[in-house]
């Protein structure tokens, strides 16, 4: 009797359940309700024949049965990925240019291209790195297809979701004693994380102090994890040294900040560019996926 073919729908879910600790948050990365996910699992069990999640404290792991699963599930998914791609190398080939802030371009973004690099190689990325408002002026100078873009919206753009934006320091950073400002470690003006910090802590009545300024994220992280300040980022880059830090410092909650990818080409490459980066973000990051193109 023939073994009973396993979904990939259902195996992109398990691999989401094990990645987030829970079928809540699998729920989200796959833009479906508890109540649906839950039911694949039981489904895909019933494929496998035995269990493949069990309860460890508040988290859900695989049993040792799904932990097998889930590494092949991963192969599976990413050959389809692969076989999908394949497919559209012809209609999506020529260059893709994009450009990035730098908070997704330390950590997040180079594996996202590397790994879209992989699957068409006949697309050729060129990058740029920058802060917003020099994306936002190469946007309007016709000189990238692509800009991720955090903060308001550029008209056009399509909203990808909205990222917390969190207080992150050391924990060498002390609270600061009552009446004695807070030290900051933000970006020159404009940037729109610096504008709400400020804000909110005007907002709450705390002093604060500029302790740096750089255009550089890298020299903001170092600083920050040396102890000389807080600072107000997504934590989507940020490194393993700093930790939220606001309930602590007895800081005020910051609002989310949204990201924007704004797309000036109708081609095909850009569009496959822009579909990958939204569902790197939905399936890896628990961001909710908008279509490119669609309005916040």
Known sequence: MPWPRFDLPLLHTLVAAVDAGGLVRA?????????????QMRRLEAQAGCALLRKQGRRLVPTPAGERLVSYARRL????????????EDA???????GAPQDVAERWLPGELARFARTRPRVRLEVVIERSAALREALAGGRLDLALLFGEEVPGAALLGELPMEWLASAALPRPARGEPLPLVLFDPPCAFRSAAIAALDGAGLPWRLALTS??????WASAAAGLGATARTPLGAPAALRPAGRRLGLPRLAPVRLWLHRTSDRAAPAALADALAKALRDRHAVPQRRPGDRG
């Open 77 to 88: 998914l990413q050959l389809d990925e692969e076989a999908h791609a394949a497919l559209q």
């Open 27 to 39: 729920a989200a990365r796959v833009g479906l309700t508890p109540s649906a996910v839950s039911l």
């Open 215 to 220: 255009p550089s994220l890298s020299v903001l």
């Open 92 to 98: 999506e080939a020529g260059v893709v240019r994009l």
